[in-house]
T-cell receptor
Framework: DTEVTQTPKHLVMGMTNKKSLKCEQHMGHRAMYWYKQKAKKPPELMFVYSYEKLSINESVPSRFSPECPNSSLLNLHLHALQPEDSALYLC?????????????FGEGSRLTVL | QKEVEQNSGPLSVPEGAIASLNCTYSDRGSQSFFWYRQYSGKSPELIMFIYSNGDKEDGRFTAQLNKASQYVSLLIRDSQPSDSATYLCAPQTGANNLFFGTGTRLTVIP
């Protein structure tokens, strides 16, 4: 199984809503990532979890809150978002071995903030 | 985010030609370098990686690395229309950080 599954595929929310994006992998990978991608731009790293601990937070606003309940699951909790947060949110996983840069991406969750 | 610049596109080449994609990076601590391809509406996928200075070939793809110049490139020989995509350079410094470059959109014209 080489899949990274993201749900939901599409999400529309208001600025006062609270919602969550979910990501799951069953490849035994120990590193999981959240990226944000705006149209015609490269993916922008947000968070990295390594062995279920947050190892990188790229100065992401606190309205985005990541959570890694176990080694297979990664959540991104969303609260009080702004319209400019509308983007494709990509989850990825990797083995976590240093120097191994192969990330396996999910299909993404397209978020629209009204 | 680390600075990773790629040649501005879009880049158009005729079918069968060589496409040359370039990338410069600012972090001298970068040790490993990855090239990803992203088709429109799809997620990125790994094409190849390179660790050592010099050339590395994999089928129609050749990656070239010069750490002294902080430069990495990807050559695609015998370009095919199916190679039309955005190519992302990604240097890696630590164990798990992977920052993508600005990306180059390639169009191969039949």
């Amino acid at each position: 199984d080489t899949e990274v599954t993201q749900t939901p595929k599409h999400l529309v929310m208001g600025m006062t809503n609270k919602k969550s994006l979910k990501c799951e992998q069953h490849m035994g990978h120990r590193a999981m990532y959240w990226y944000k991608q705006k149209a015609k731009k490269p993916p922008e790293l947000m968070f990295v979890y390594s062995y279920e601990k947050l190892s990188i937070n790229e100065s992401v606003p606190s309205r985005f809150s990541p959570e890694c309940p176990n080694s297979s699951l990664l959540n991104l909790h969303l609260h009080a978002l702004q319209p400019e947060d509308s983007a494709l949110y990509l989850c990825a996983s990797s083995s976590g071995t240093p120097g191994t840069g192969e990330l396996f991406f999910g299909e993404g969750s397209r978020l629209t903030v009204l | 985010q680390k600075e990773v610049e790629q040649n501005s596109g879009p880049l158009s080449v005729p079918e069968g030609a060589i496409a040359s994609l370039n990338c410069t990076y600012s972090d001298r601590g970068s040790q490993s370098f990855f090239w990803y391809r992203q088709y429109s509406g799809k997620s990125p996928e790994l094409i190849m990686f390179i660790y050592s200075n010099g050339d590395k070939e994999d089928g129609r793809f050749t990656a070239q690395l010069n750490k002294a110049s902080q430069y990495v490139s990807l050559l695609i020989r015998d370009s095919q229309p199916s190679d039309s995509a955005t190519y992302l350079c990604a240097p890696q410094t630590g164990a798990n950080n992977l920052f993508f470059g600005t990306g180059t959109r390639l169009t191969v014209i039949p």
